[in-house]
């Protein structure tokens, strides 16, 4: 199976940048996702790396490096309505499944 | 266009009752998975059905079943309720199951309450 970690909760102020650490364990890489959920609602996608590097898109930035089995997404100039819960999810080679990390809960204060 | 679409909403069940939750994908996709999200936890995977077959069963008891119609909804059936059957089921849509496939829509759940 695999094992997924991400720091439980951040706090950020409004305007500032955010680094969402994620670190997994997997028997065959084949995918990591990124989706935002708040309280109550579906997740929602954000981002998708199968290739070391880093994938931008607007104000979001997914990172990773299959070596080290560690992907960070970035979210820059923090608006109150990404308070939410970031979720990270891998999946395996030769699986359909999507296995997900417990979640980051982010709070943006003003 | 209409997301994922799931029902109900909410829904309170006694212990030992039997409950059918229901999804109907995005127009087109012909995957279906569905994930139970207990509080404070990401969601796990339960079922995956492509083209009305299971492609994947995720670590649930046999009280947990699923299927998938020809119109490619799809029901997840929960036998003897217990407690800690209380979460939201998610349900998830794709254009297919293919592996390289990342096309994952999810809908807003239903929130389940065992009491």
């Known amino acids: 199976g695999q094992n997924i970690d991400q720091p439980t909760e951040m706090t950020a102020t409004e305007g500032a940048i955010v680094q969402i650490n994620c670190t997994y364990q997997t028997s065959g890489f084949n995918g990591l996702f990124w989706y935002q959920q708040h309280a109550g609602e579906a997740p929602t996608f954000l981002s998708y790396?199968?290739?070391?590097g880093l994938e931008e898109k607007g104000r979001f930035s997914s990172f990773l490096s299959r070596s080290k089995g560690y992907s960070y997404l970035l979210l820059k100039e923090l608006q109150m309505k990404d308070s939410a819960s970031y979720l990270c999810a891998v999946r395996a080679f030769n699986d359909y499944k999507l296995s997900f990390g417990a979640g980051t809960t982010v709070t943006v204060r003003a | 266009d209409a997301g994922v679409t799931q029902s109900p909403t909410h829904l309170i069940k006694t212990r030992g009752q039997h409950v059918t939750l229901r999804c109907s994908p995005i127009?087109?996709?012909?995957?279906v998975s569905w994930y139970q999200q207990v509080l404070g936890q990401g969601p796990q995977f339960i079922f995956q059905?492509?083209?009305?077959?299971?492609?994947g069963r995720g670590n649930f008891p046999d009280r947990f079943s699923a299927r998938q119609f020809p119109n490619y909804s799809s029901e997840l059936n929960v036998n003897a309720l217990l407690l800690g059957d209380s979460a939201l089921y998610l349900c998830?849509?794709?254009?297919?199951?293919?592996?390289?496939?990342?096309?994952?829509?999810f809908g807003s759940g239903t929130r389940l309450t065992v009491v």
């Open positions: 059905y492509y083209e009305k077959e299971e492609r």
């Open positions: 127009s087109g996709h012909k995957s």
């Open positions: 790396n199968v290739l070391d």
């Open positions: 998830a849509s794709s254009l297919e199951a293919g592996l390289y496939n990342y096309g994952y829509t």
